[in-house]
């Protein structure tokens, strides 16, 4: 059975929630992280070989250096309401949102 979600109103509607960013599109904009309310993700840094890593991680300061963009992750996924206000805002269509079963 679906997920469903009730308006104030009582409505139901049914969430899409963010399931993946595909970081070869994103360009790292940072509009999505600005309308999001929920702590769901947050800008990494990605290294020459590829590597998407959090910053403030020991892992990032190691290689802080060789950083070459910066690109949206998901931090915390379960977070998500599936408002779909990030998709909404994203000028590269690089999010995957789906609802849940
Ligand atoms: S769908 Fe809404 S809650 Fe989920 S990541 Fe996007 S803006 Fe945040
Ligand atoms: S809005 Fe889109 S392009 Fe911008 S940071 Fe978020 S996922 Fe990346």
Known sequence: ???VAYTRGGAEYVPE???AI????CIGCGRCYKVCGRDVMTLHGVTEDGDVLRPGT???EDVEDEIVKKVMAMIHPENCIGCGACARV????CQS???LD
């Open 17 to 19: 929630f963010l399931m």
């Open 58 to 60: 020991e892992e990032y």
């Open 22 to 25: 595909d970081k070869e599109k």
């Open 90 to 93: 994203c000028p590269s269509d």
């Open 97 to 99: 949102h789906a609802a």
């Open 1 to 3: 059975m679906t997920l």
